[in-house]
């Protein structure tokens, strides 16, 4: 698309163009009349329609929330009877020995359950023999197969029925279960009457009684808002507010009009006397919008007509103030354009601003590009000053020589000979990588030249504990990352102390990272010292204070790897030191 095209400023710049706000202006003074009229005349319609709807479903509400009233308090009643059976009272308090008395038991839960569609079982407790009755089972609660029921039952610890909506072992069926404890004079509690409401069958109750006049309706918990009730089975006690985040319930015996997902629904809501629950329904407004809709089709041709002329209209009028506004876009967007041009421009007012905006953008073209290039130079500069820090060019032959030599003075090896063969080893793997990054399998062989000229140096002085991950071995890591830490654990951590010192040196992987570690026993490092040290750490190109090593291994680190990796120490005072470097997991590409 042309981008000085005023089709493109209006795609663009959308509201705020010329264009739009040419448009916007003409179609408010030719539609406001209109609109306020209609918008009375329709707000009248719909208070009317709205109302009668409310009105119809709010008493069918009520009555429904009676049938569940009346389904709980039923429900309440039989428990209560059942618990004041003899044949009860005596189960609850014998030694749960199988009888007649317990299958006469069993008989009237068959005829309950059989009697009322809703009700799926009734369970028949004793906490004194731990034996219960249901339909088609007699015997200890240990082997009836649903457990559920029973957690919520134990802590109980007064005589007032409960309900309490779970399911079957944690799966389909859903009850809602009435809890009626029984308890004696004294307290004690004797067991419980369980009735299970079926979900399922109270909600083809309802929907009977209530000849399906609701599209949904929901029995939700006014304390965790949790649902009770839906005829979604699968919505059973997940949060309300959870499935209707933007919906704001009401006080009880309301009705609202409220929007879910774009379409509008008359909420009602009322409270069950029964429990500290609330029914709440919605309704469709779908009923009353074919009624409406032949007055929004003369509405909309209407304003179509007018949005059609108040287009052309604008346009005509934006085409003519668009001229000067497309020449500073041209040189906005366009610069080399516009310079081609630029001869053939009038010298006025418009032809100074253009020119400022394309000489503005020039310089800051060049100063980018010159930036770069400084900032690419001094990373390249400061990358291999540090790695001269570490790994100077020493001469491997040389080394070679001096070992011979000595070997030739004392006619066999020596500590001298041992130590040069192990440096001229050491420089070797330094100079021969060609690379600031080596595998770690070799990073490790060259540390190990370098312990083993420690060693020869300061015998019996400290012992190395290596502790490596194999799998991390064909991955790279910046040269000479571990020599500077092994030396600062010898020198500043177990050379001042009389005792002979251990390094452990991990290389483990942590998610996409690999870590190093190397840590001692050494005299560890004072509070605020250590806190030094870590600020210095911190800094990226920082050039004072103590531990160069390390701050030549960390800002190396941060340079190729970037500020997130580096190193960390922890240490306390008589308690050594631990120095830990993170990197990226990294191959190089074959």
């Known amino acids: 698309m042309n981008k000085r ?85 005596t189960f609850m308090l014998s030694n749960g020995s199988q009888g007649a008395r317990e299958l006469r038991i069993e008989n009237m839960i068959k005829m309950y359950t059989n009697t009322f569609d809703y009700i799926d079982s009734i369970y028949i407790y004793s906490e004194f023999n731990h034996n219960m009755i249901a339909k088609q089972f007699i015997g200890s609660a240990d082997f009836f197969q649903e457990k559920s029921w029973y957690e919520y039952y134990e802590p109980i610890d007064t005589n007032h029925m409960f309900l309490q909506p779970r399911k079957f072992n944690n799966r389909f069926p859903y009850y809602l279960s009435l809890y009626y404890p029984v308890f004696l004079s004294n307290q004690q509690k004797l067991g419980v009457v369980v009735i299970n409401i079926n979900i399922q069958g109270l909600r083809d109750f309802i929907g009977q009684t209530n000849d399906g006049i609701f599209n949904d309706l929901y029995i939700i918990d006014n304390n965790d808002n949790t649902i009770i009730y839906n005829e979604d089975i699968y919505q059973f006690q997940m949060n309300f507010y959870d499935l209707y985040p933007d919906i704001n319930l009401q006080e009880s015996n309301t009705s609202e009009t409220q929007s879910i997902n774009g379409e509008q629904f008359i909420i009602s809501k009322t409270d069950l006397q029964a429990n500290d629950w609330s029914v709440v329904s919605f309704q469709p407004l779908t009923t009353y919008k074919q009624k409406i809709n032949e007055i929004w089709k003369f509405i909309i041709i209407f304003f179509s007509i007018s949005i059609f002329v108040a287009v052309i209209i604008s346009f005509i009028i934006s085409m003519r103030t668009y001229k000067p506004i497309q020449s500073i876009i041209t040189a906005l967007n366009e610069p080399d354009r516009w310079k081609e041009n630029e001869g053939r421009l009038q010298k006025n007012e418009l032809y100074y601003i253009n020119k400022n905006i394309v000489d503005n953008m020039d310089k800051k073209v060049k100063l980018e590009e010159e930036l770069d290039k400084n900032l690419t130079h001094l990373n390249k500069a400061q990358t291999l000053a540090l ?25 066999g090896e020596n500590d001298i000979s041992k130590m040069a063969f192990s440096l001229s080893r050491l420089l070797r793997l330094t100079l021969g990588s060609g690379s600031q990054v080596i595998p770690i399998s070799l990073e490790i062989e060259l540390n190990k030249s370098y312990i083993e000229i420690m060693e020869t140096r300061f015998k019996d002085k400290f012992l ?94 941060k340079l190729i790897f970037g500020e997130s990796y580096g190193l960390q120490i922890t240490s306390k005072k008589n308690d050594g030191t631990r120095i830990t470097v993170k990197i990226p997991k990294y191959k190089k590409a074959t």
């Open 5 to 89: 095209s005023l089709w493109y400023v209006i795609s663009n710049y959308k509201f705020k163009s010329v264009f739009i706000r040419n448009l916007c202006l003409i179609l408010l003074l030719i539609i406001i009349p209109f609109m306020g009229l209609s918008y009375v005349v329709f707000f009248q319609m719909n208070m009317v329609v709205e109302e009668e709807v409310s009105t119809s479903n709010q008493s069918s509400l009520y009555r429904t929330a009676d049938i569940i009233n009346t389904v709980i308090r039923d429900s309440n009643r039989l428990a209560a009877q059942l618990s004041l059976q003899a044949d009860v009272q």
């Open 387 to 411: 790695q001269a820090q570490v790994s100077p060019h020493f001469l491997s032959n040389t080394l070679e020589s001096m070992k011979w030599m000595a070997m030739g003075l004392t006619g």
């Open 464 to 557: 190395v504990e290596w502790d490596v991950n194999e799998t991390l071995l064909e991955y790279q890591t910046v040269q000479l990352t571990l020599q500077p830490l092994i030396e600062n654990a010898f020198y500043h951590g177990i050379r001042p102390t009389e005792n002979q010192g251990i390094i452990t040196i991990k290389i483990s992987e942590e998610a996409s990272n690999i870590i190093f570690e190397v840590a001692d026993n050494g005299v560890g490092i004072e509070k605020e010292k250590l806190k030094e040290i870590n600020h210095q750490l911190d800094q990226l190109f920082s050039v004072e204070g103590n531990s160069v090593g390390l701050r030549n291994v960390n800002q190396r680190i």
